[in-house]
Each structure stands twice: as structure tokens, then as C-alpha cells.
Nanobody
């Protein structure tokens, strides 16, 4: 069973930056894509950024485009989310997830890390 562990959350002022990191317990597990999601209180979970593993292609929600960057660090076996120009509306629990097939849902999820942006 693959485990994903997020780190890097915290409290930051609006306009600031945070870098989230997601570490996988197994280096060689097969994955088609990895993503960062977030869920704010009273709202549904939403996709923030996705990286297609084999191609390195990335996709972003419109709300974070130009401010967030998803990347992979092969040496550390992590997927990171660099978040710049943070806004209070970015406040949420952020989750990392991994997908092992082309179709279907994400197979593995982390426990989440809280990001709070103060105004």
C-alpha cells in the first residue's frame, strides 16, 4: 500500500508564498498522474494542479493559474506545489493524490496539510 505524506502547510499573509511537498512511501510504484487538491470549509474538494507523470505535462485550475506551480523531484521522490501570491481564498486543506491507471479515480491520497492565508 503506497502512502503519501504532505508537508509544508502553514499560516501565511496574503501575497506570501508556501511550498507544499508530497512524499511517496515507494519510489517505483507505477503512476499515471499525481495531483494536488484542496477543500475549504463548507466547499467541495477541487483539483488545483495535476502533473502527467510520463510526459511531465501540467494542468491547473483557473483560480491558481500563473500563481501555483506543480513539479516533480525525482531525487527526493516528491511532488511539490509552489504557491505564490497567495490569497485568503486559497485557505484550505491541501491533499496530494496519485493515480495508477489512465481511467478511473485517484488511488492513493495523503492525509492533507492545512494552508491558511490571512488578509
Amino acid at each position: 500500500q503506497v502512502q503519501l505524506v504532505e508537508s509544508g502547510g502553514g499560516l501565511v499573509q496574503a501575497g506570501g508564498s508556501l511550498r507544499l511537498s508530497c512524499a511517496a512511501s515507494e519510489r517505483t510504484f507505477s503512476r499515471t498522474r499525481m495531483g494536488w487538491f484542496r477543500q475549504a470549509p463548507g466547499k467541495e474538494r477541487e483539483s488545483v494542479a495535476v502533473i502527467i507523470w510520463s510526459l511531465g505535462r501540467t494542468y491547473y485550475a483557473d483560480s491558481v493559474k500563473g500563481r501555483f506551480t506543480i513539479s516533480r523531484d525525482n531525487a527526493k521522490n516528491t511532488v511539490d506545489l509552489q504557491m505564490n501570491s497567495l490569497k485568503p481564498e486559497d485557505t484550505a486543506v491541501y491533499y496530494c493524490a496519485a493515480k495508477t491507471t489512465i481511467a478511473g479515480d485517484y488511488d492513493y491520497w495523503g492525509q492533507g496539510t492545512q494552508v491558511t492565508v490571512s488578509s
